[in-house]
Nanobody
Framework: QVQLVESGGGSVQAGGSLRLSCAASGYTYNRYCMGWFRQAPGKEREGVAAIDRDGMTSYADSVKGRFTISQDNAKNTLYLQMNSLKPEDTAMYYC????????????????????WGQGTQVTVSS
């Protein structure tokens, strides 16, 4: 089993920055990708950014140029640096992991991921 725990959420003003972290534990030595998803009230959970073990990344169009995903494999930790935050970024942010390696692009579809964290709230005020 894989356990994922997010941290770093909070409330910020529009234009501010925030850095999210996701610590992985348990059965983490199998090959997998990791990603960040978010869900606002009444909306579907959407992919924000994802990364594979080689560092290849995928981003949602709405966050390109503002968010950066990275990982520290030695620490089993995933990060999401969020800059130039907008009120539209307000959501519960979830960390996710994939149990199988991927070929080609890094997936941003929630059905491609097997393990999920409990989420951390991000609120951006105008």
């Amino acid at each position: 089993q894989v356990q994922l725990v997010e941290s770093g959420g909070g409330s910020v003003q529009a234009g501010g920055s925030l850095r999210l972290s996701c610590a992985a534990s348990g059965y983490t030595y199998n090959r997998y990708c990791m990603g960040w998803f978010r869900q606002a009230p009444g909306k579907e959970r959407e992919g924000v950014a994802a990364i594979d073990r080689d560092g290849m990344t995928s981003y949602a169009d709405s966050v390109k140029g503002r968010f950066t995903i990275s990982q520290d494999n030695a620490k089993n930790t995933l990060y999401l640096q969020m800059n130039s935050l907008k009120p539209e970024d307000t959501a519960m942010y979830y960390c996710a992991a994939r149990s199988l390696p991927t070929m080609g692009s890094v997936p941003l579809q929630r059905t491609e991921y097997n393990y999920w964290g409990q989420g951390t709230q991000v609120t951006v005020s105008s």
